[in-house]
């Protein structure tokens, strides 16, 4: 059954460090998303990206985050500088359409120290 | 602003009893409802999608409803087993992202 990977599941990394956290989407989707959960808290939307371009973004998607397209098969999130507060689980989602069902992957847990 | 709220927070039940999980939100205009399950320091596997039109989805032990007007949606789980244990967590689709509840965590005992 297709699903949405991603790469790596836990990163450590130090306040101030850029960190690019890797996503593959199901293949044949349109719609790629990037969520994130401080732990405890609520699943929380950043971004929204449909044909190579950000469609919605949130308020917590400041200028210190970037998404990208390098090629036909991932999609990643950039923090240029992280913080302390950056520290969460961030999840991957990917829709063949923009209001069908979404796929989420494992996520990847992000520690900033 | 789309506010999704879930009661109860925590449930504990013995195996073999069936349940129901709330979930409302405060904006009607949502263009989908979907229900997640996500097991500790995992991922959200989806479980269910009811889209506007529609007023309820099955899959297997689990039923799922929709209503618009009074802004509710519920997660129905028969006969509970022990692997039904995690956080479930609905979500409503609204301006092109989903917006989340905080969870229920159901604890199903042997």
């Known amino acids: 059954e297709p699903e949405v990977t991603q790469t790596p599941s836990h990163q450590v990394t130090q306040m101030g460090q850029e960190v690019i956290l890797r996503c593959v989407p199901i293949?044949?989707?349109?719609?790629f998303y990037w969520y994130r959960q401080i732990l405890g808290q609520k699943v929380e939307f950043l971004v929204s990206?449909?044909?190579?371009?950000?469609?919605?973004k949130s308020e917590i998607f400041d200028d210190q985050f970037s998404v990208e397209r390098p090629d036909g098969s991932n999609f990643t999130l950039k923090i240029r500088s992280t913080k302390l507060e950056d520290s969460a689980m961030y999840f991957c989602?990917?829709?063949?359409?923009?209001?069908?069902?979404?796929?989420f992957g494992q996520g990847t847990r992000l520690t900033v120290v | 602003k789309q506010e999704v709220t879930q009661i109860p927070a925590a449930l504990s039940v013995p195996e073999g009893e069936n349940l129901v999980l709330n979930c409302s939100f405060t904006?009607?205009?949502?263009?989908?409802l979907q229900w997640f399950r996500q097991d500790p320091g995992k991922g959200l596997t989806s479980l269910l999608l009811?889209?506007?039109?529609?007023r309820e989805q099955t899959s297997g032990r689990l039923n799922a409803s929709l209503d618009k007007s009074s802004g509710r949606s519920t997660l129905y789980i028969a006969a509970s087993q022990p692997g039904d244990s995690a956080t479930y967590l609905c979500?409503?689709?609204?301006?092109?992202?989903?917006?989340f509840g905080k969870g229920t965590k159901l604890s199903v005992k042997p």
């Open positions: 979500a409503g689709g609204s301006q092109g992202n989903l917006i």
């Open positions: 904006d009607s205009a949502i263009y989908n």
């Open positions: 990206f449909y044909n190579n371009e950000i469609s919605e």
């Open positions: 989602a990917s829709s063949a359409q923009g209001e069908t069902e979404a796929f």
């Open positions: 009811i889209q506007s039109s529609q």
């Open positions: 293949s044949n989707h349109l719609y």
